[in-house]
């Protein structure tokens, strides 16, 4: 009740009638501390402790809200935002770090033959794909349901970018990262200028397809965004223990096109999920990433979580990665949980993935571990 309030009252401040409506407030919090440390290709080792956000699930504030038209119809919305709740800041940001070194002294050898006294980091908050610009970086949308499904307007989010953490059993840390700078959700991640259609569910299964009908956020003709619009499809599947879920994105003009598939099941003792995506860009490039999570449930709110990923991208030599993830987990209530994990990633020499709880990025050959602890809680 009091999150009601406290909704509309801060939608009662922008410039619309919100009575009438249904409105609530709702987020995600997760923040900790973080050992890093990482080795380059050419052998140079360096650590620091740093803050961590979004580690088992990703930080957001939100607005929803409803209003009975009659007739078996209601007129939604959404506006949400990520946040880092490390510092404050809006927006979905990723932290990046660099490594600098003393002019001076005896210690390690950097590729340059310089000798290394002392490795340090320096550290930035960056916004992912200029989300600086938005106000609601995750989704923005007004819709209309009823017993037809749901058809949405403005920055969705579809289910061929949620396939991985429909299965995933290990939280954040069961979701496709990143090979260098592409993101296996590059295409249809919250889509902006968007129509989107979703199905009821039909024993068990639901349906969606949507088009980005303006893929850029500057004010272009229609004309001149025709060639870079994006088609989205995907599907959701569950009955009982079993989850099975597919996406795919296709980008008109320059051809790009991406596809993830996965499925769960849930034994009783421990559940298990698997992830396949690939990313096609034109006819040179294909990123490949595969994922196996699982969960253990120890009892009295206790679990252990498991991941192991397996990158490569296709054509390219030495290419390929290797990351685990080690999750402890304790559910204090419904909506809030204390964990620890350790997650690494093993790059070869010319292998750049990373994902969650490291580098937004990362370069050529770096290897990457990190030790954290952090607090999540829903509201």
């Known amino acids: ?21 249904n409105v609530s407030v709702y987020g995600r919090i997760d923040t900790g ?7 380059t290709a050419a052998g140079v080792n360096s650590s620091a402790s740093r803050p961590g956000n979004s580690l088992w699930t990703t930080n957001r504030f939100g607005l929803m809200g409803s209003e009975d038209l009659g007739g078996g119809l209601k007129a939604e919305f959404m506006l949400e935002s990520g946040l880092t709740f490390s510092n404050g800041l809006a927006g979905r940001n990723s932290l990046t770090s660099s490594v600098s070194a003393s002019a001076s002294g005896v210690g390690q050898t950097a590729a340059t033959g310089t000798t290394i006294a002392t490795q340090y980091f320096t550290y930035s908050y960056s916004y992912s794909s200029s989300q600086d610009t938005f106000m609601f970086d995750r989704e923005a949308w007004v819709g209309i349901s009823g017993s037809f499904g749901r058809v ?12 991985d953490s429909f299965v995933s059993q290990a939280g954040n840390f069961g979701l496709v990262g990143r090979i260098g700078t592409t993101n296996s959700d590059a295409l249809s991640d919250k889509a902006g200028n968007s129509v989107m259609y979703t199905s009821p569910v039909f024993n068990g299964l639901q349906i969606n397809v949507g088009q980005q009908l303006m893929a850029t956020n500057t004010n272009v003709t229609m004309t001149t965004a025709d060639g870079t619009k994006t088609t989205f499809y995907g599907a959701t599947y569950q009955q009982g223990a079993l989850k099975l879920s597919a996406g795919m994105a296709d980008k008109q003009g320059a051809y790009q096109e991406q596809n993830n598939i996965g499925a769960s099941y849930d034994f009783g003792v421990a559940s298990v999920g698997i992830t396949r995506a690939t990313y096609e860009i034109g006819a040179t490039e294909e990123d490949q990433v ?26 390219t030599s030495a290419s390929g990665a290797k990351g685990t993830a080690v999750v402890l987990r304790k559910e204090l209530s419904k909506r809030t949980q204390v964990h620890a994990s350790y997650v690494a990633v093993n790059n070869e020499s010319a292998g750049t993935y990373t994902w969650s709880a490291l580098n937004s990025s990362t370069s050529a050959g770096l290897d990457q571990k990190a030790i954290s602890v952090g607090l ?4």
């Open 376 to 379: 999540t809680h829903l509201f």
């Open 1 to 21: 009740m009091k999150k009601t309030v406290l909704a509309m009252a801060v939608v009662g401040a922008l410039p619309f009638a919100a009575s009438a409506q």
């Open 290 to 315: 595969s994922i196996l999570s699982a969960q253990i449930p120890l009892g009295t709110g206790l679990f252990v979580n498991l991941a192991y990923h397996d990158a490569e991208k296709k054509g």
């Open 33 to 39: 501390i973080q050992g890093y440390s990482q080795t």
């Open 152 to 163: 949405q307007l403005g920055r969705v989010n579809g289910m061929q970018t949620n396939v």
